[in-house]
């Protein structure tokens, strides 16, 4: 959860679930020129500088204190994303970062999904020659919503997917006083995504049914 505006306006907005977008956002509420002087920082697919705007920006909010944002803001979004959609996201975004030679594999990944280890804490410690840095890199990039947003939809005002980020950026615009150009970041790799097999989407199905139960509505 981050404080975009103070005491106005929080977005929860896990990875893969259009981040990349609220970040650049927030980031342009402070540095309202930059899109006009860096265009290609905020480019769809990747350029050279498009992440500088990731240095601190917003202040994370603990999700533990989600309850006393009702009085506290006045928009609370949360971004939600189906699961199939978000799991092949993550696996084609991340297995495009891998250099080593042996074939990353979904039902490996699967099979391993429970021992995995935690991802390093630096994403700058990652190794991307080693299988098992990569599987947790997309663990990391699934990890399910109800961990990120909580398990009461009620305590959003608003609730939006993938293709409404439009809307969340008319509120952003509404309460800033701040018109924002049109972006888009969430698409991260040009890689054809995999074609699942029928029991590859029932394990991601059933994985993440608390995420169905809690935000499908809205997916």
């Not at 309202?32 to 265009?39: L, R, S």
């Not at 008319?170 to 701040?178: A, D």
């Not at 969430?186 to 029928?198: A, G, I, V, Y």
């Not at 059933?206 to 809690?214: A, G, H, Q």
């Amino acid at each position: 959860m981050l404080k975009i505006i103070e005491n106005k306006l929080a977005i929860n907005s896990a990875q893969k679930c259009g981040s990349r977008t609220v970040i650049a956002y927030a980031y342009l509420l402070k540095n309202p020129d930059e899109y006009e002087k860096t265009p290609e920082k905020f480019y769809s697919e990747p350029a050279p500088g498009r992440y500088d705007y990731t240095v601190k920006f917003a202040e994370p909010l603990s999700i533990y204190y989600l309850e006393a944002f009702r009085q506290n803001y006045k928009k609370r979004i949360a971004i939600v994303r189906e699961p199939v959609s978000r799991f092949l996201s993550a696996y084609v975004n991340r297995s495009g970062f891998y250099t080593g030679t042996e074939k990353l594999e979904i039902d490996e990944f699967i099979d391993l999904y429970d021992v995995i280890p935690g991802r390093p804490k630096h994403h700058w410690q990652i190794n991307y020659s080693d299988k098992m840095h990569v599987y947790a890199d997309i663990k990391f990039h699934i990890t399910p919503l109800v961990k990120r947003y909580g398990k009461n939809n009620g305590i959003y005002t608003d609730i939006f997917n993938l293709s409404q980020m439009d809307k969340m950026r008319s509120i952003i615009e509404e309460l800033s006083e701040t018109k924002l150009p049109d972006l888009k970041l969430n698409k991260s790799s040009t890689e054809k995504n995999p074609k699942l097999t029928d029991s590859q989407k029932k394990w991601i199905v059933d994985t993440f049914k608390e995420d169905i139960e809690v935000y499908g509505k809205w997916m």
